[in-house]
C-alpha cells in the first residue's frame, strides 16, 4: 500500500477494513516519512511499515518482491502512476503500461477506443495552446497531464485569458510548467439545482477476469471560478437509468484503459448525446469514503481492499440520510487570509458533522492549488436535499462573512459570486 498524508482512505481505516483478513505493507515515500513524522509512527503501530525511495521504481518492485506483495495499490492520487509502475514490472503477463497520471495519454486512447470524442492536445509551447484554440473556439480547459485535485486546471473563455495563462506559465522563459494538455471544453445537462455541477463522478468497483463491476453515482457542487472543485454530494439527484448509463460510460472508459481489478474515480458529463469522461483516476475518490459512511453506512475501504484482490463486493447501499463535503475556496484575485471564523462557530451551524480543515489568519492563497488550497472543509448532513441545500446556503454565507482576505497588494478582497450562484432560485420557484 503507498500511503500518503493526502490519501482517500487514511491508513487507519484501512487497517481496519483490512481487520486481519489482508495483511497490508504500508510504503511511505523516504521525503514524506521526515516530513510527516506522525504518518510513519501511525503505520507502524498498526501494521508492517517501511520507508522507500518512490524515485526508483526498480528498487522498489524489488523492495516490494522481497515483502512477498500480491498486489500493489494505493488511495493517493499522486502514487497512482507509480503502484501501476512496480505492478507492470512485478507481473508484466498481467498488468499492462499504466496512463494513470498522464490525462493527455489517456484522453488519446478513449478517442482511439470510441469512448471519448473530445478534441484534445499536449502543449509544449505557447504555439500550441494558441493553436488549438484558433481552430476548436472557445472554451478550452488547459491542465496539467499529471495534475490532481483541479490544481492549476484553467478555464480558457478568450484570447485574452490564453495569453494570461502563457504568461503565467512561463511558457519558454524558465518558468516552472510542467507538462500541460489542452482539451475541449466539455458541457454537460443543466443540473437539478443551482448549487450543483453539470458533472458527477462515478465509483466503480471493477473485476477484470470474469469481467464483472458495481459501482454508485455521487453528484458534484458547482465549481468555483475559474474551475475549482467545491465538494461533493450524496446520494445522487440523478435517475436511476440516468445513473445506470453514467456508470456504463465509467466502465467502457476503464475496459479502454486496460484497467485491472481495484477501485476507480470516473469524472463524467451527463448529456443527452451522449454522455462524456472528463478523467479516470486510478483509486478510490477523495472524500468519498467519508461521505458514504455519514450517508449510508458503508464500508467502502473494506470494500476497495475486496476489490484489488478479485473479490467483488456487494455494495447495497442504503441512503439514510443525505450528505456533503464542501470545499470552501477563497476568491480568485485573494492572496492572503486576514481574518477566519473559530472552529466552534462553524461546528454549531446547522447540520454540520465536522469541520477537519480550517485556515487561519496569515496564511497565503492560490487559486491554482485546486481542491487542495480550499480554506474549510466542512461535512454536512440532512435528512432530505432540500434541507441539505438550505444548509450548504446557509455554511456558506456564514463562511463567506467570516473569512477575510488581501490580494497581491494588500486590498481587500470580497467576492460573493459562488454564494449567489448556489442560492439561485429553483427551476419552477416563483
Not at 67 to 86: E, K, N, P, Y
Not at 89 to 106: A, C, I, M, S, Y
Amino acid at each position: 500500500m503507498l500511503t500518503g498524508v493526502d490519501g482517500s482512505l487514511p491508513p487507519v481505516d484501512i487497517a481496519l477494513a483490512a481487520d486481519g483478513r489482508i495483511d497490508i505493507v504500508f510504503v511511505i515515500e523516504t521525503g514524506q516519512a521526515a516530513s510527516s513524522p506522525d504518518l510513519l509512527a501511525v503505520t507502524t503501530a498498526i501494521g508492517t511499515a517501511i520507508v522507500a525511495d518512490f524515485d526508483d521504481v526498480e528498487a522498489l518492485a524489488r523492495t516490494l518482491a522481497a515483502q512477498g506483495v500480491a498486489r500493489v495499490i494505493t488511495f493517493t492520487d499522486r502514487w497512482c502512476r507509480l503502484a501501476a509502475q512496480v505492478e507492470h514490472r512485478l507481473w508484466p503477463h498481467r498488468f499492462g503500461e499504466p496512463t494513470w497520471g498522464r490525462k493527455d495519454v489517456q484522453r488519446s486512447v478513449l478517442r482511439d477506443h470510441g469512448s471519448s470524442r473530445v478534441a484534445a492536445s499536449r502543449v509544449d509551447e505557447p504555439g500550441d495552446l494558441r493553436r488549438f484554440a484558433s481552430e476548436h473556439g472557445f472554451p478550452v480547459v488547459l491542465k496539467p497531464a499529471d495534475g490532481v485535485g483541479s490544481r492549476d486546471l484553467w478555464l480558457l473563455r478568450d484570447q485574452e485569458a490564453v495569453e494570461t495563462a502563457i504568461a503565467e506559465l512561463a511558457y519558454g522563459s524558465g518558468g516552472t510548467a510542467g507538462p500541460m494538455f489542452v482539451e475541449e471544453y466539455i458541457a454537460g445537462d443543466a443540473p437539478a439545482a443551482p448549487h450543483l455541477g453539470d458533472y458527477v463522478s462515478a465509483e466503480v468497483f471493477r473485476r477484470r477476469d470474469p469481467a464483472a463491476s458495481t459501482g454508485f453515482v455521487t453528484d458534484r457542487l458547482a465549481p468555483i471560478d475559474p474551475c475549482r472543485e467545491t465538494g461533493m454530494v450524496l446520494p445522487t439527484t440523478l435517475s436511476a437509468a440516468a445513473a445506470e448509463q453514467v456508470l456504463r460510460v465509467a466502465d467502457h472508459a476503464l475496459d479502454a484503459l486496460g484497467a485491472p481489478d481495484g477501485t476507480f474515480h470516473v469524472e463524467v458529463k451527463p448529456r443527452p448525446a451522449g454522455s462524456e469522461v472528463i478523467e479516470v483516476n486510478g483509486r478510490l475518490g477523495g472524500y468519498i469514503a467519508r461521505l458514504a459512511g455519514i450517508a449510508a453506512g458503508a464500508d467502502l475501504a473494506a470494500a476497495a481492499l475486496s476489490t484489488a484482490l478479485g473479490r467483488l463486493p456487494e455494495l447495497n447501499l442504503v441512503w439514510r440520510r443525505c450528505a456533503l463535503v464542501l470545499l470552501f475556496q477563497a476568491p480568485p484575485a485573494a492572496r492572503r487570509i486576514v481574518r477566519a471564523p473559530e472552529r466552534a462557530a462553524i461546528t454549531r451551524l446547522p447540520g454540520v458533522v465536522a469541520v477537519d480543515v480550517l485556515s487561519v489568519p496569515g496564511g497565503p492563497v492560490d487559486w491554482r492549488d485546486g481542491s487542495s488550497g480550499a480554506v474549510a472543509r466542512v461535512w454536512i448532513a440532512a435528512d432530505d436535499p432540500s434541507a441539505l441545500r438550505d444548509r450548504l446556503i446557509g455554511t456558506t454565507a456564514f463562511l463567506t462573512e467570516e473569512f477575510g482576505f488581501t490580494d497581491a497588494d494588500g486590498a481587500a478582497v470580497t467576492d460573493r459570486s459562488w454564494l449567489e450562484r448556489i442560492a439561485a432560485p429553483m427551476k419552477g420557484s416563483p
